[in-house]
């Protein structure tokens, strides 16, 4: 189904622009504050947090687009891509905070975080 992308959807992609975007700014700040929980996951349960993030992210009415490749118009992705997508800005977080040294002392959606 063709969409046209809103300022509160999550645009799916690489570059400047997708992450620019104002829905993928207000999603990194949602996911952030699941960031914590992931990291000191085991690993059958950072599928549970990113579930939960994603939930948050959906539940503001937010929608995960992409526009396929060769094609002029957007598209709804799936659960499993929006899965995806929020466990890999999670991943992120967590690199970030290991890199900055705050995995120990950084707290639930800390304003490091916020600018990932």
Not at 57 to 70: A, C, H, M, S, T
Request: aromatic share 6%; net charge positive.
């Amino acid at each position: 189904r063709e969409l046209k992308p809103s300022e509160f959807d999550v645009l799916c992609g690489r570059g400047a622009p997708i992450q620019m975007h104002q829905g993928n700014v207000r999603m990194r700040k949602i996911v952030s504050k699941y960031a914590r929980r992931y990291m000191e996951s085991r690993k059958y349960r950072k599928q549970l947090v990113a579930e939960d993030a994603l939930l948050a992210v959906k539940n503001i009415g937010d929608r995960f687009l992409r526009k396929p490749e060769g094609k002029d118009h957007w598209e709804e992705v799936d659960d499993k891509a929006a899965s995806d997508k929020v466990q890999h800005t999670l991943r992120n977080f967590v690199r970030k905070m290991e890199a900055d040294g705050t995995a120990s002392i950084a707290s639930e959606g800390s304003s490091s975080l916020n600018d990932a």
